[in-house]
């Protein structure tokens, strides 16, 4: 663990198209990374997003190792090419630097809760791999988020409960904030990354006195947004700095099995 | 890592916050709306904010002056700033000045000394951002070099950029909240490209590398450090300062010095 530093739990690499994005490349996220201090990060592409992990692992390898191994990556399993994905999930498992499973209910437009989905919460069980998932509060501008309100996924978590399960973004910044502190504290196998835009005054102090602190990650969202936002609540936060090393670090490589892997 | 070496990333990074003495343009009082879980900022928990946040003063709202009226936000505006001494401000909400509606709005006399800015809301407020509405009051403002605030989410990029454009000396700020900015990057670029008077504010201008980007195309000057407090937390938009790859000199710029100019300017 010595040579783990802050982990990124929660990023993306390659040019998203829905904005103006000046730098989001391998080379520059690591660059970032070392500027910042962070040692390791979890990540996915955006091709992966649309697509399905069903071509694209291979290149997130290749970037994996490019990288030393700093750079850990997740399969997106698409609820629409479900057996394309699971062969190639299946390929990867003895790979260097896969890290687990990401669903993206919003963005497939599939509900949280859907069967569709069970042979990738079967497949982390199988593996001891964990999901990260999108995750967000029911929204008035954004419908789509209805599909990933933490409490669908309820279902689930029940059934697979060896599945570490991240809910990233903590729910969001409305009601599925509270579901999603109240599954962190329900259910053993419930994470939660703040990633993103949760930027709520005294998020950092409130999550560490409602959650279990080992229960809280540390994530940016790349080059969505800067890490720099995420980071500093976290060494700025009113909060011992033995919460603040949890957050940062240990956490997410207890999920992740960051440290734990040959690089 | 170890605890040491977490410590003496948090204390560097206290000190340097301390150093830039960062000075909000977004500091909001009164019940917010559409937050669930923000928490009303009061008067009296000011003093306690700015030191938890490491914050010397700044520029206040009052959710009223959306949410109720213009009046009524202005009217308790006034009465709190003239208060809490000389690092506050207030920015009043704006309305166009035909018809003449009741005071206190700005475009009737002077501002009060303490008044320094003035915010427009044309989508909550029901009026077109259009020279044929606002244009007397931009007039007004223009003249006395009063910034002009303005949340994106208020405006439609087109009439911004004629406005912006018809009143080259008015002073605007865009303000990234209350959704991501993220998405209207491209608008928002091209905007500050083409028009000098607008600058940006940094509660949610956290796109990754989207201030030195602004820096090196724009320069500091451009920059604003506001922090949507109580609704967001000021250590965001403090982070996206304190390791930015840039100087001292528009670190300090961006942290506060801009904006101090701006109310320094106004001739009121």
């Known amino acids: 663990m010595s040579t783990v530093g802050i982990i990124d739990a929660h990023l993306h690499i390659g040019q998203p198209g829905v904005f103006f994005s000046p ?13 910042l201090g962070v ?10 997003i649309t697509e399905g992990c069903g071509a694209t692992l291979p290149a997130l390898r290749e970037i994996s190792e490019r990288s030393g191994g700093r750079l850990h990556y997740l399969a997106v399993f698409s609820p629409h090419r479900a057996s394309e994905c699971l062969a190639a999930m299946e390929r990867a498992t003895s790979w260097p630097g896969f890290a687990g499973v990401k669903i993206h209910p919003s963005f497939h437009r599939v509900p949280a809760e859907d ?21 967000w509060s029911a929204s008035d501008y954004n419908p789509v988020q209805q599909l990933s309100t933490p409490a669908r996924f309820e279902p689930l978590v029940g059934r697979f409960p060896s599945v570490r399960f991240v809910l990233g973004h903590a729910g969001g910044r409305g009601a599925g904030r509270h579901e999603a502190a109240r599954m962190a504290n329900q259910y053993a196998s419930v994470y939660l990354d703040f990633a993103g835009d949760i930027f709520c005054y005294r998020l950092i102090e409130t999550l560490a006195a409602t959650v279990p602190v080992e229960k809280i990650l540390f994530g940016s969202d790349y080059p969505w947004l800067d ?3 995420n980071l500093t609540r976290v060494l700025l936060a009113e909060v011992d700095a033995t919460v603040k090393l949890r957050i940062l670090r240990d956490n997410a490589a207890r999920v992740y099995r960051i440290g734990e892997q040959p690089c | 890592m170890n605890l040491d070496d977490l410590e003496a990333m948090s204390r560097e990074q206290r000190e340097q916050a301390k150093a830039l003495g960062f000075f909000d343009a977004g500091l909001w009082l009164g019940p917010p709306e559409g937050f669930p879980f923000a928490e009303e900022l009061k008067p009296d928990q000011l003093p306690a904010l700015l030191e938890s946040r490491f914050l010397t003063g700044g520029l206040l709202s009052h959710w009223h002056g959306k949410t109720v009226s213009a009046q009524d936000g202005n009217g308790k505006l006034l009465e709190i700033v003239e208060g809490l001494g000389q690092h506050f401000f207030a920015a009043w909400t704006a309305l166009p000045l035909y018809p003449a509606e009741a005071e206190p709005v700005p475009g009737k006399g ?3 000394r303490n008044v320094r800015a003035a915010r427009i809301f044309p989508k909550t407020h029901h009026f077109p951002l259009e020279e044929w509405c606002v244009g007397s009051l931009c007039d007004w403002l223009s003249e006395r070099r009063i910034p002009l605030l303005i949340w994106h989410t208020e405006a439609e990029w087109d009439p911004l950029y004629r406005l912006a454009l018809a009143f080259p000396k008015l002073p605007i700020i865009v303000e990234t909240q209350t959704q991501k900015i ?27 590398g989207f201030l030195e980007y602004a820096v090196r195309e724009f320069s500091a000057e451009r920059l604003i450090f506001g922090s949507f407090a109580p609704v967001s937390d000021p250590f965001v938009p403090m982070g996206l300062v304190l390791d930015a790859d840039i100087s001292d000199r528009e670190k300090k710029l961006i942290a506060g010095a801009n904006l101090k100019r701006l109310i320094a300017e106004v001739r009121a």
């Open chain 2, 110 to 112: 002077e501002l009060p």
């Open chain 1, 227 to 229: 890490p720099r936002a």
């Open chain 1, 39 to 48: 040692s390791h990060a979890v990540f996915t592409d955006h091709v992966s």
């Open chain 2, 182 to 208: 993220l998405y209207h990057s491209r608008p928002l670029f091209a905007l500050m490209l083409n028009c000098s008077n607008v600058h940006v504010e940094l509660s949610n201008f956290a796109g990754q």
């Open chain 1, 23 to 35: 730098e989001n490349s391998p080379e520059h996220l690591l660059e970032t990374m070392d500027r």
């Open chain 1, 115 to 135: 069967p569709r989905y069970e042979p990738a919460w079967r497949f982390a069980a199988e593996h001891g791999l964990p999901i990260l998932t999108h995750s």
